[in-house]
Nanobody
Framework: QVQLVESGGGLVQAGGSLRLSCAAS????????MGWFRQAPGKEREFVAA????????DYTDSVKGRFTISRDNAKNTVSLQMNILKPEDTAVYYC???????????????????WGQGTQVTVSS
């Protein structure tokens, strides 16, 4: 069973940068597609970015394109989210999620992910 642990959240001013990391335990990490989601108070959990098991294909929600970059290191069992030019509307709890490589649902589908981390808070001040 794979477990996911996020780190790297914090408080940053608008225009700043943060890098989130997600460490996965277990030996099946390379067979998982990985995603980042976020949830702001009073809002539903929303898709941010995803990357396939090989690290070749990535997808982003429109609001973060050009600002965020998802990457993975299968040798280290980690997936990262580099967040640049942060905006106050990026404030949320960010979650790392995983699903098997053969799941064909859209990356943005929350319920298609079987594994979730505990979340890390990102706060962007104006």
């Amino acid at each position: 069973q794979v477990q996911l642990v996020e780190s790297g959240g914090g408080l940053v001013q608008a225009g700043g940068s943060l890098r989130l990391s997600c460490a996965a335990s277990g030996r099946t990490f390379s067979g998982l597609n990985m995603g980042w989601f976020r949830q702001a108070p009073g809002k539903e959990r929303e898709f941010v970015a995803a990357i396939d098991s090989s690290g070749i294909t990535a997808d982003y929600t429109d609001s973060v394109k050009g600002r965020f970059t998802i990457s993975r290191d299968n040798a280290k069992n980690t997936v990262s989210l580099q967040m640049n030019i942060l905006k106050p509307e990026d404030t949320a709890v960010y979650y790392c999620a995983a699903r098997n490589w053969f799941v064909r649902s859209p990356y943005a589908e929350v319920k298609s992910y079987a594994l979730w981390g505990q979340g890390t808070q990102v706060t962007v001040s104006s």
